[in-house]
């Protein structure tokens, strides 16, 4: 059985870190069969390609209003991706979702991310 379980959401001040996690169970999760990803969204609004990462870990990607703020890494030896994410603003607040894809898809967003979803984190930012 196929999961992504997603951890390490919560309530933050402006200007707080939190680090995102997303364990992966189920599937071969090797350097070279899945593109990850954190997509995020809000009520009402679109689901955004938040940051994206290659099977090797060579190829990153940010949106606009995280980069230089958020780092992705992935440790394959345990089926992990992370998010770290500093110098949160309360327009990250969003429920935050991981996903897997195979291969190395064209873009970091949900019309390319189908395979394999997490259930979300809430993420917080309030001070």
């Known amino acids: 059985q196929v999961q992504l379980v997603e951890s390490g959401g919560g309530l933050v001040q402006p200007g707080g870190s939190l680090t995102l996690s997303c364990a992966a169970s189920?599937?071969?999760?090797?350097?070279?069969?899945?593109?990850l990803g954190w997509f995020r969204q809000t009520p009402g609004k679109e689901r955004e390609g938040v940051s994206c990462?290659?099977?090797?870990?060579?190829?990153?990607y940010y949106s606009v209003s995280v980069k230089g703020r958020f780092t992705v890494s992935r440790d394959n030896a345990k089926n992990m991706v992370y998010l770290h994410m500093n110098s949160l603003k309360p327009e990250d607040t969003a429920v935050y979702y991981c996903a897997a894809q195979q291969g190395n898809p064209p873009g970091c967003s949900d019309t390319y991310y189908g395979s394999y979803w997490g259930q979300g984190t809430q993420v917080t930012v309030s001070s």
């Open positions: 189920g599937f071969v999760f090797t350097a070279d069969h899945y593109s």
């Open positions: 990462i290659s099977g090797r870990a060579d190829k990153t």
